[in-house]
């Protein structure tokens, strides 16, 4: 066990899902929420996002059992009656989160192609950084568009479903996080395939765009 590389994980989670939860706050405060704002999350502070379980104890977890790494932080406040467009404002307060993460993912991922990071040039350490930094935000980005409440992705499910669905969502929101953990530990193996595939996938893409 490298206690330094675990430091290095720590301090991108840390980094990733503060900038992920602050988007959130960002676009609600854009579409007229200031409960984010009131609260004081529109911060860098880790102090004010910072969940001891998810942000730390389950990056670390994961990454020690060699799976793929994702968490979470203090969910934002949101309130859904002050947003534009209501339910399609809540969708993109949501999707705000996940798309920060791909573009951390992408932007750490050009950095490292076109230095040669990703690939040794600056040393084992900077190498690891460079690419645990972009799968780590590609991590995040899939699991929060689970479409299970409360995850990001149910917001956006929330927003295009008939409205005997969303009464469902509605329900089940309260368990929903325990139906997710649930989840990956009863089928973790196909959980962590499924993950896999989706980050090899946008790999994948990245390399296109780069034309390789």
Same mark, same amino acid.
């Given at each position: 066990?490298?206690?330094? /590389?675990?430091?290095?994980? &720590?301090?991108?989670?840390?980094?990733?899902?503060? !900038?992920?939860?602050?988007?959130?706050?960002?676009?609600?405060?854009?579409?007229?929420?200031?409960?984010?704002?009131?609260?004081?999350?529109?911060?860098?502070?880790?102090? #004010?996002?910072?969940?001891?379980?998810?942000?730390? !104890?389950?990056?670390?977890?994961?990454?020690?059992?060699?799976?793929?790494?994702?968490?979470?932080?203090?969910?934002?406040?949101?309130?859904?009656?002050?947003? #534009?467009?209501?339910?399609?404002?809540?969708?993109?307060?949501? !999707?705000?989160?996940?798309?920060?993460?791909?573009?951390?993912?992408?932007?750490?991922?050009?950095?490292?192609?076109?230095?040669?990071?990703?690939?040794?040039?600056?040393?084992?350490?900077?190498?690891?950084?460079?690419?645990?930094?972009? &799968?780590?935000?590609?991590?995040?980005?899939?699991?929060?568009?689970?479409?299970?409440?409360?995850?990001?992705?149910?917001?956006?499910? /929330?927003?295009?479903?008939?409205?005997?669905?969303?009464?469902?969502?509605?329900?089940?929101?309260? /368990?929903?996080?325990?139906?997710?953990?649930?989840?990956?530990?009863?089928?973790?193996?196909?959980?962590?395939?499924?993950?896999?595939?989706?980050?090899?996938?946008?790999?994948?893409?990245? /390399?296109?765009?780069?034309?390789?």
């Amino acid at each position: 066990m490298n206690i330094g /590389y675990i430091l290095i994980i &720590l301090i991108i989670v840390v980094g990733s899902v503060i !900038l992920h939860e602050l988007a959130h706050g960002v676009v609600a405060y854009w579409l007229g929420d200031r409960t984010a704002k009131d609260a004081g999350r529109l911060s860098l502070n880790p102090i #004010k996002h910072i969940d001891p379980f998810m942000s730390i !104890l389950v990056p670390v977890v994961l990454y020690l059992l060699n799976a793929p790494v994702f968490g979470g932080a203090k969910p934002v406040p949101v309130n859904f009656a002050n947003l #534009k467009w209501r339910e399609w404002g809540m969708a993109l307060v949501a !999707l705000a989160g996940p798309m920060t993460n791909f573009l951390l993912a992408f932007i750490f991922f050009l950095i490292g192609h076109f230095s040669g990071a990703l690939y040794g040039a600056g040393g084992e350490t900077v190498a690891f950084i460079f690419s645990e930094s972009v &799968l780590i935000n590609l991590g995040f980005m899939i699991f929060n568009l689970i479409p299970i409440p409360p995850l990001d992705g149910s917001r956006v499910l /929330y927003a295009i479903a008939p409205d005997g669905f969303r009464n469902i969502l509605a329900t089940i929101e309260r /368990y929903g996080i325990i139906i997710v953990y649930a989840l990956i530990v009863l089928f973790g193996e196909v959980f962590s395939h499924l993950m896999i595939s989706g980050m090899q996938g946008i790999l994948n893409f990245f /390399y296109l765009l780069v034309g390789e």
